[in-house]
């Protein structure tokens, strides 16, 4: 069953990106009251490509401590403008890097009125540029949570290519052979990557409705993930383009808001993934949720809400 979106309301605001050559829309849903003492928190999906649905359970936030929930989609991704015609880097490039999703937050903190204190919570692909938004020290964050969030795409892919070292043999053999023939649209491709993500990405089986709707959307449309080099054509144990090289070692000491960096076990964002962030962020601290994988806020709800509500409400 999908997360009820009962008593909340949606919009879209204004989004201006001169080099995408058209207008530009960013979808979102607010949960709470913005007008309300409480500082608002803004949820940032993964991906690249995916979008909000799958983060719809943060209004228990709402519902548990008054805090107003903002969720909104990623440009390129889910109700917010599409952009298919970007997948040429020969017409764009160089179109998609961290800074086109920093000035769509940017944008929608105007938008909302909010801009002089908010706090932010990126999930996967969205706490990494999360984490990038902050290095900037942007005006107005009070606090950060980077849940299940690499602190680089090499640790990623790193943690990626040894959970596939622990697939049954035969599974492995099916990725070795599409991997040579590059089809990684092919049925028994989606059959081995299925079982991998229910490993890895979310023990909650079968999928929950909120997940499939991301998951379906980001299908729909693969512009973003390809153009921006988080999948390398369409390889998930490989990436490459402005994704290929990012990272935030040397630059999350810049980070000076206090931050709760979230993982699970055996996940892409587990073990030396967080390090980075753990060594370097002046004011940060590090929980594991054990039990859970990519997706505590499904196999764990009721804990990772207490830890995420307990420490934004912390004086």
Known sequence: M??????????LAPFN?????KPLHTWYRVFGDLSSSVTPLVCIHGG???????LLNHRALTDTHSIPVILYDQIGSGLSTHLPETASSTDF???WTVEIFHEQLRQLLTHL????????????WGGMMASHFAHLRPAGLRRLILANAAASKAHSIANRKRFRERLPQEM???????????????KEADVVMTEFSRRHACTVFPFPEDVMASVR????DTTVCYAIGDNLNGNPFKSGGYMGSWTMEGKANMIEVPTLVINGIDEFASGDAVKPFVDEIPD?????IEGTTHSPNLEKKEEYMKIVGEFLTAP
């Open 17 to 21: 990106w001169p080099t995408a050559r």
């Open 48 to 54: 690249p490509g995916f979008c909000h649905n799958y």
């Open 2 to 11: 999908a997360t009820s979106v009962e008593g909340s309301y949606e919009g």
């Open 172 to 186: 492995q053999d099916v990725l070795d052979r599409v991997e040579k023939e590059n089809a990684w649209g092919s």
């Open 217 to 220: 959307a980001s299908n729909e």
């Open 284 to 288: 940060v601290r590090l929980i594991t």
């Open 113 to 124: 009125k909010f801009e002089g204190r908010y706090d932010i919570l990126g999930s996967s």
């Open 93 to 95: 490039p160089d179109f």
